[in-house]
């Protein structure tokens, strides 16, 4: 089986494969906290792409959460920090959700095989679904508007380091990059991420708080998989 | 000054900026093969996106460089290799050059403040320019098909290194990750590359020769830059 990287849901026509596994992967912060808010309890998470359609959904009633540039939209009951979404907040709750880039990625990428949701909160996770599924694995970096981004990249390489302990091989440059970043950083990611874009963003928006826990390795079991439209645990 | 990069021309809407100076790279094998040319003697290289136009020009009796998928085009002079431009074909000469991937991303930055190429071949000439230019450089990437691709991504890396030694500052992630692909394979640059896909096309055509020369810093002394529509040496 083989694992390949795209780092832009901008380039996913490049590297699509409706054969595969797609794992989508926003770390700071969707993916993030689509995990947390399953794993609290909320029963379905239905992601949108725009926030037009996010305030529909509000206004029929439905519990939204919506981040545009870092911050919580006004009309939205949650923003996209994990820890917006509490068990007493999302227990038993349909979640409509909309982010800057993460759920631009999960609609490119609707069309795999199975599209599920990667981060380092549920690394184990994901790595066990890959294996069991025997198929080509592509792992889809949300980026920043487009643009590369190194906490998802490396990511991918915390991935891409399990995944070849089972029979997966790396067919692609970017696998091969997303992999050498992940060992350049492994031991300190915070000492790289310090210069990084995202962390800059996070800082001056007084968030800094939540980067630990993004980057914080199996702080849960289980997988989100988008079934029917929604994201669910499996 | 700010130094970003751009993976692939099909992300060069998300990166332009028209007040740059953008660098295109393209290593296995266009830009280093348009600095050979030139440096040789050719008076002019005029890049076109399309084999169609490529053909249309040869018709007219220009000389023509042409290459799909690492092959020579039939109807053309001259392949993408820089072994083909030999000053006793090109001292003098005016010549038409289409590629898979470098000359498309010469036409997405055509509208930059300035457009020159750059190769480890030419690395200390685009050092000298950006350096007197005092702007804002964009490397640009070439890239495999709109993909992501390894030599590319190092040399930007090798360039950003240089660059901080002046005035310049790092401002993406995007850089921050060419860099530290760099540092990490700058003392055995064919040692990862060896894994990479195009060294491996390269491979498969028999072509390994000319890996030695697209990796060699400052074989020559010599900037192509863009003015009105090709490329001549400053």
């Not at 380039?11 to 989508?24: G, I």
């Not at 089972?166 to 990059?177: L, R, Y």
Request: aromatic content about 10%; overall charge negative; some cysteine.
């Amino acid at each position: 089986m083989k694992i390949d990287v795209c780092f832009s849901p901008a380039l996913y026509p490049f590297y699509q494969n409706n054969e595969a596994v797609v794992v989508v992967v926003d770390i700071f912060r969707a993916t993030t906290t689509i995990c947390a808010a399953l794993v609290n309890g909320a029963r379905k998470i239905i992601p949108v792409a725009s926030t037009d359609e996010a305030r529909e959904y509000k206004s029929k009633g439905y519990l939204v959460g919506a981040e545009r540039n870092v911050k919580r939209c006004d009309f939205a009951d949650f923003g996209n920090s994990p820890f917006d979404y509490t068990p007493d907040h999302v227990a038993g709750k349909e979640i409509v959700f909309t982010t800057t880039n993460g759920t631009q990625a999960i609609q490119a990428a609707s069309s795999a095989h199975a599209l599920v949701i990667g981060a380092f909160v549920n690394l184990t996770s994901v790595v066990q679904f890959c294996t069991e599924e025997k198929r080509d694995v592509v792992i889809l970096c949300s980026g920043w508007n487009n643009k590369f981004n190194l906490e998802d990249s490396i990511f991918a390489g915390a991935l891409i380091e399990q995944l070849l302990e089972s029979k997966f091989e790396i067919v692609s440059d970017a696998a091969i990059a997303a992999w050498l970043l992940w060992k350049q950083s492994k031991h300190h990611p915070l000492h790289v991420l310090e210069k990084s874009e995202h962390y800059q963003r996070l800082k001056s928006n007084e968030i800094l708080d939540q980067i630990n826990f993004c980057l914080s390795i199996d702080l849960v079991m289980g997988l989100p998989i988008l079934k029917e439209g929604a994201l669910v645990l499996i």
